[in-house]
């Protein structure tokens, strides 16, 4: 059995013309997609992707959000074995769900 990955990319700080090749190519690679938000310009590039709108919808705080989120990636993981989770600019500036998955053991 393989350890459940997730793979993180980031969809930079606006139209699509600012996300990196290797950003592209991880999109061509997973079948299963995630991205935080579809509120942003470049979304539309990863295609057929779950969003985790409903997750700000629906909870209270941000930190329910990003821990729901988390969960949720772990848990997807654990079922495809890895998956590609999309954030909004980079995903080591400022992105807590990506500090978080980095913390969880699983």
Do not use: C, K, W
């Not at 700080?13 to 991880?26: I, M, N, R, W, Y």
Request: proline share 7%.
């Amino acid at each position: 059995m393989t350890t459940p990955r997730v793979t993180v990319v980031g969809l930079g700080p606006g139209p699509s013309t600012h996300v990196t090749q290797a950003t592209h190519d991880a999109i061509a690679r997973h079948v299963h997609r995630f991205v935080r938000t579809l509120r942003h310009p470049s979304a539309s590039i990863l295609g057929d992707a779950t969003s985790f709108d409903d997750l700000y919808d629906s909870l209270s705080t941000f930190d329910e959000v990003y821990r729901a989120i988390v969960e949720r990636l772990v848990q997807e993981a654990m079922t495809h074995g890895e998956v590609l989770y999309a954030v909004p600019g980079s995903p080591l500036i400022l992105e807590t769900t990506v500090e978080n998955l980095r913390r969880d053991p699983r």
